[in-house]
């Protein structure tokens, strides 16, 4: 079946503008999460849903930083007043439940100049 | 600080030869440790999944192992083949099971 799905692929935006990603999960995955990989650095959790409980926002490096999952599904993050150390690849995953494997899609590449 | 620390950062090796990778972590408690490979451009894939309580694992050429006691995991790579170029990333799951702490990953590069 269709893995993790993740767009755009690459996205470049100018400093103080607004970016959304969007990632698709796995069909019957009820955890999605996102983490952030900058360069030379290893990945670093931001947030994650499980079902329709509140999310863990604690990984989330400041207020500009929010996520949506709409419907228990599509996931979006939202980077409002970018800043050219937001620079990095999101990665999305997505299991079962939470706790279960983690099944990560290919994702987004912003670069904010 | 990271509690996961991974070595070396990056690696040369010939083809065909075996590498070992290491990791040293001070979660704890925790419910598994995991090793990723993950390709230039790509998302991490799993290797392996180990529970505290087991010793060894292995997928195919990859072997990868746990002491809980000193609180180290190896990934021993056999015959290494080109392919095996990536990033190697240790993950320490805590036992609540809620986060993942991520090693920096070690860069394998295996040239002919």
């Not at chain 1, 050219?84 to 912003?110: H, I, K, N, W």
């Not at chain 2, 990778?21 to 991490?44: A, E, H, I, M």
Request: one cysteine or more; glycine letters at 8%.
């Amino acid at each position: 079946g269709a893995g993790v799905s993740q767009s755009p692929s690459n996205k470049v935006t100018e400093k103080g503008k607004d970016v959304e990603l969007r990632c698709d999960p796995i069909s019957g995955h009820t955890a999605l999460y996102w983490y952030r990989q900058s360069l030379g650095q290893g990945l670093e959790f931001l947030i994650y849903f499980q079902g329709n409980s509140a999310p863990d926002k604690s990984g989330l490096p400041s207020d500009r930083f929010s996520a949506e999952r709409t419907g228990g599904s599509v996931s979006t993050l939202t980077i409002q007043r970018t800043q050219q150390e937001d620079s990095a690849v999101y990665l999305c995953a997505s299991s079962l439940v939470v706790g279960d494997e983690q099944y990560f899609g290919p994702g987004t590449r912003l670069t904010v100049t | 600080k990271n509690q996961v620390e991974q070595s070396p950062q990056s690696l040369i090796i010939l083809e065909g030869k075996n590498c070992t990778l290491q990791c040293n972590y001070t979660v704890s408690p925790f419910s598994n440790l995991r090793w990723y490979k993950q390709d230039t451009g790509r998302g991490p894939v799993s290797l392996t999944i180990m529970t505290f309580s087991e010793n060894t694992k292995s997928n195919g050429r990859y072997t990868a192992t746990l002491d809980a006691d000193t609180k180290q995991s190896s990934l021993h790579i056999t015959a290494s083949q080109l392919s095996d170029s990536a990033s190697y990333i240790c993950v320490v799951q805590n036992q609540a099971g809620t986060a993942l702490i991520f090693g920096k990953g070690t860069t394998l590069s295996v040239s002919s």
